[in-house]
């Protein structure tokens, strides 16, 4: 039995075995286990609920909620790398800037001082969550993005009262903005740009504790709220747009671009005594005129043929940039039908000598060169007679306080008050061709612009090998009167040249009404150019009246 016995336990327990892995396959498939929940099925982004998103991500990212801003990871890594410069840097520009502010204080209240203990703005850099760039007709960069700054500054104030010393401690501060930066104007002068104006779109979010004498204020009841409220008005108040921070990276004269501010009239009379530097007759002179630090083609007079006291009577108007530093050059040549016009003599007016709206009758003595060492400026050479007066723009009037008499200063006042003054009276049109885009041509790529105003025609220079070309070229317009019917007319051409022969395409056109500029005083547009698929062009006008 003992044998029989072991035989049947060991067989007993092998079909045990059998039935009982047999049993718990069919368990394990038909039978789910109660303890497991279905996992929830996964969702594209695109489709998550609003609500379910923000328990998702609380803080999304300015890219995410707005497509047009771009995600700026390599600036958060920059700023993370020059963190430690930029503290040190920064701090620089909060203890000199606070001085005079805390110098204010000292005195008052009892306070004898006020210094920073501590100051540094921490390891961890603020993070951009968005840029965006907008573009301007202007001569301007404007960008808005979005900042937040979670960090671990360690500002403290000592402030010293009576003989009592408070140590006043910033501590888990935070901050959350959304700001606008312009980088005006563009100039070519490094970093391009003079300066950055700087404003936020909507009040920003702030949250700071204050530790004094080791106790967090900002844990009194009510005083949190009242206190984060009060900065983040004030800060609105001084910085939310229209309100600007104005940051001058160059100086203003640097790189900067003057305009006109008023027309310099001169009427050459007439010469005398002149050289003559013909052998078998007399001389046949002409005068150019110029000022001086303006790009412009001088001005010519007439000839007068075989004459030594030529007289011309003729009018000019020039545009003055800076009456203060401007000379007016007076060169007179003896014309020749061949080679070189042979030089007369020369002559300098600083404009400074003038007083707005005054007219000066002048008698010069014409020498060779401006150089007082000069020995050829012992020999005489004639005088020349010219009348000259500068009047300046409506709008620029008030920056010239030159001596006038009261009848000229009663004119001055009437017109500067007569609203309909600008759409009657004498002025300078300025035509700035900016550049193009998307013009196209069959047969080259030079395109340069044409621009024609009432016969008279100028046109920029040719950008070789590129449809969207820059020129940037200003052109100048001495009217009478107002164009206040007037079209301008500004065409966007191509040429080449080849085996000798210059061949021109037109690549479209456009025609603009003067009349918006007049009313305006300026028009900076886009125009899509008349006769192209896709070009357009991008112009400038102004009007100043005299």
Same mark, same amino acid.
């Given at each position: 039995?003992?044998?029989?016995?072991?035989l049947l336990g060991?067989?007993?327990?092998?079909?045990?075995i059998?039935?009982?892995?047999?049993?718990?396959?069919?368990?394990?498939?038909?039978?789910?286990?109660?303890?497991?929940?279905?996992?929830?099925?996964?969702?594209?982004?695109? $489709?998550?609920?609003?609500?379910?998103?923000?328990? +998702?991500l609380?803080?999304?990212?300015?890219?995410?909620?707005n497509?047009?801003?771009?995600?700026?990871?390599?600036?958060?890594?920059?700023?993370?790398?020059?963190?430690?410069?930029?503290?040190?840097?920064?701090?620089?520009?909060?203890?000199?800037?606070?001085?005079?502010?805390?110098?204010?204080?000292?005195?008052?209240?009892?306070?004898?001082?006020?210094?920073?203990?501590q100051?540094?703005?921490?390891?961890?850099?603020?993070?951009?969550?968005?840029?965006? @760039?907008?573009?301007?007709n202007?001569?301007e960069?404007?960008?808005e *993005?979005?900042?937040r700054?979670?960090?671990?500054?360690?500002?403290?104030?000592?402030?010293?009262?009576?003989?009592?010393?408070?140590?006043v401690?910033?501590?888990?501060?935070?901050?959350?903005?959304?700001?606008?930066?312009?980088?005006k104007?563009?100039?070519?002068?490094?970093?391009?740009?003079?300066?950055?104006?700087?404003?936020?779109?909507?009040?920003?979010?702030?949250? *700071?504790?204050?530790?004094?004498?080791g106790?967090?204020?900002?844990?009194?009841?009510?005083l949190?709220?009242?206190?984060?409220?009060?900065?983040?008005?004030?800060?609105?108040?001084?910085?939310?747009w229209?309100?600007?921070?104005?940051?001058?990276?160059?100086?203003?004269?640097?790189?900067?671009?003057?305009?006109? @501010?008023?027309?310099?009239?001169?009427?050459? +009379?007439?010469?005398?005594?002149?050289?003559?530097?013909?052998?078998?007759?007399?001389s046949?002179?002409? &005068?150019?005129?110029?000022?001086?630090?303006?790009?412009?083609?001088?001005k010519?007079?007439?000839?007068?043929?075989?004459?030594?006291?030529?007289?011309?009577?003729?009018?000019?108007?020039?545009?003055?940039?800076?009456?203060?530093?401007?000379?007016?050059?007076?060169?007179?040549? =003896?014309?020749e039908?061949i080679?070189?016009?042979?030089?007369?003599?020369?002559?300098?007016?600083?404009?400074?000598l003038?007083?707005?709206?005054?007219?000066?009758?002048?008698?010069?003595?014409?020498?060779?060169?401006?150089?007082?060492?000069?020995?050829?400026?012992?020999?005489?050479?004639?005088?020349?007679?010219?009348?000259?007066?500068?009047?300046?723009?409506?709008?620029?009037?008030?920056?010239?306080?030159?001596?006038?008499?009261i009848h000229?200063?009663?004119?001055?006042?009437?017109?500067?008050?007569d609203d309909?003054?600008?759409?009657?009276g004498?002025?300078?049109?300025?035509?700035? &061709?900016?550049?193009?885009? =998307?013009?196209?041509?069959?047969?080259?790529?030079?395109?340069?612009?044409?621009?024609? +105003?009432?016969?008279?025609?100028?046109?920029?220079?040719?950008?070789?090998?590129?449809?969207?070309?820059?020129w940037?070229?200003?052109?100048q317009?001495?009217?009478? $009167?107002?164009p206040?019917?007037?079209?301008?007319?500004?065409? @966007?051409?191509?040429?080449?040249?080849?085996?000798?022969?210059?061949?021109?395409?037109?690549?479209?056109?456009?025609?603009?009404?003067?009349?918006d500029?007049?009313?305006?005083?300026?028009i900076?547009?886009?125009?899509?150019?008349?006769?192209?698929?896709?070009?357009?062009?991008?112009? =400038?006008?102004?009007?100043?009246?005299i």
């Amino acid at each position: 039995m003992g044998f029989l016995g072991s035989l049947l336990g060991i067989f007993g327990f092998g079909i045990g075995i059998s039935i009982g892995l047999v049993i718990g396959y069919f368990l394990f498939i038909y039978f789910e286990p109660r303890d497991v929940k279905d996992l929830p099925e996964s969702t594209p982004f695109d $489709e998550i609920e609003p609500s379910s998103l923000v328990d +998702l991500l609380p803080e999304l990212p300015l890219w995410v909620m707005n497509p047009d801003y771009e995600r700026v990871d390599w600036f958060n890594e920059f700023i993370a790398n020059m963190w430690p410069y930029l503290d040190k840097a920064i701090c620089g520009i909060i203890k000199s800037t606070s001085k005079p502010i805390f110098a204010e204080y000292i005195g008052q209240y009892q306070i004898k001082s006020i210094e920073f203990e501590q100051l540094t703005l921490g390891t961890i850099p603020p993070r951009f969550h968005g840029i965006k @760039v907008y573009d301007s007709n202007e001569k301007e960069l404007v960008l808005e *993005f979005a900042v937040r700054w979670a960090g671990n500054p360690n500002i403290v104030v000592a402030l010293k009262l009576l003989s009592l010393q408070i140590s006043v401690q910033l501590i888990d501060f935070q901050m959350a903005a959304t700001a606008r930066a312009t980088l005006k104007p563009l100039v070519p002068t490094f970093p391009c740009f003079s300066s950055i104006i700087v404003s936020l779109t909507k009040k920003p979010e702030v949250d *700071f504790g204050l530790k004094v004498i080791g106790g967090d204020l900002m844990t009194i009841p009510g005083l949190h709220h009242f206190v984060q409220e009060t900065i983040s008005k004030q800060v609105a108040r001084l910085y939310l747009w229209p309100q600007t921070l104005d940051i001058p990276i160059l100086d203003s004269s640097i790189g900067a671009v003057k305009k006109p @501010v008023g027309i310099l009239h001169v009427k050459v +009379l007439r010469a005398q005594k002149l050289l003559n530097t013909d052998f078998l007759s007399k001389s046949d002179p002409y &005068v150019k005129l110029s000022l001086g630090g303006d790009r412009l083609p001088a001005k010519k007079t007439t000839v007068k043929m075989n004459t030594l006291n030529p007289v011309w009577n003729e009018d000019f108007k020039l545009t003055v940039k800076d009456p203060e530093s401007q000379v007016l050059q007076l060169h007179l040549y =003896d014309w020749e039908k061949i080679g070189a016009h042979d030089k007369l003599g020369m002559q300098v007016v600083p404009l400074k000598l003038l007083n707005p709206y005054e007219k000066k009758e002048l008698t010069l003595d014409l020498v060779h060169s401006t150089n007082p060492n000069d020995p050829q400026n012992k020999k005489a050479r004639g005088q020349i007679m010219l009348e000259m007066s500068f009047i300046p723009f409506q709008e620029d009037s008030k920056k010239f306080s030159g001596p006038l008499n009261i009848h000229e200063r009663k004119e001055s006042i009437s017109s500067l008050s007569d609203d309909n003054y600008s759409l009657r009276g004498a002025g300078l049109l300025l035509v700035t &061709v900016i550049g193009a885009e =998307d013009v196209e041509g069959k047969h080259h790529t030079n395109p340069y612009a044409v621009v024609v +105003l009432r016969g008279e025609k100028k046109k920029t220079k040719a950008r070789n090998k590129t449809w969207n070309p820059k020129w940037e070229e200003e052109f100048q317009f001495v009217l009478e $009167e107002a164009p206040l019917k007037d079209l301008i007319h500004i065409e @966007v051409k191509s040429k080449k040249r080849r085996f000798g022969f210059r061949s021109k395409e037109l690549l479209g056109y456009v025609d603009i009404q003067l009349m918006d500029v007049i009313y305006n005083g300026r028009i900076n547009e886009k125009y899509h150019l008349i006769n192209s698929k896709d070009g357009i062009l991008h112009v =400038d006008i102004r009007w100043k009246v005299i």
